[in-house]
């Protein structure tokens, strides 16, 4: 059902063609790199948190970020509390493997995290375990309807 709704939500965009799906699966960013083709960092992978008021949250970050407990707690006045499997399909719309920052639930505010400004384009997931879009970083801020960028990750 999550493919389908973010095929429908591109649809609104003449952009549901660059929905990629792939017979594997592309649910962790190595399994993504591969799928798509690209290095493992391109990848945006988008991770679910619930915040100290316990609204969920989206952050999307390069594939060899990692968010760091002390950025977060400085971005967020919380400490970072990912969603349990149960609570991400239920708050954010998405299955664990195929979270994305499009068609969401109403509520969600997505932030974008610094780590991915490194890169002309990158490839988020599209609902499902399978799929992938490649997007510049203007397209992302575009469609992921973004609260702001935030700066929570550490990479190498």
């Excluded at 707690?73 to 919380?78: L, M, W, Y």
């Excluded at 992938?132 to 309807?145: F, G, M, N, R, V």
Aim: aromatic content about 10%; hydrophobic content about 40%.
């Amino acid at each position: 059902m999550s493919l389908e709704n973010v095929l429908e939500f591109f649809k609104e965009y003449g952009k549901e063609d660059d929905v990629m799906i792939y017979d594997q699966s592309s649910a962790t960013v190595e399994l993504a790199a591969k799928a798509v083709g690209t290095e493992p960092e391109r990848i945006a992978k988008t991770l679910s948190y619930k915040l100290k008021d316990g609204s969920p949250i989206l952050v999307v970050a390069a594939g060899d970020a990692r968010v760091s407990n002390k950025l977060f707690k400085e971005t967020f006045s919380c400490k970072a509390k990912m969603l349990s499997r149960e609570e991400v399909n239920e708050l954010i719309g998405h299955e664990v493997g195929g979270v994305c920052p499009f068609a969401i639930k109403d509520g969600v505010n997505v932030y974008l995290d610094r780590s991915l400004l490194r890169f002309d384009t990158v490839f988020p997931a599209c609902g499902s375990s399978n799929s992938a879009i490649e997007l510049t970083i203007d397209e992302l801020e575009k469609y992921s309807h973004f609260t702001n960028w935030v700066e929570v990750c550490t990479y190498l």
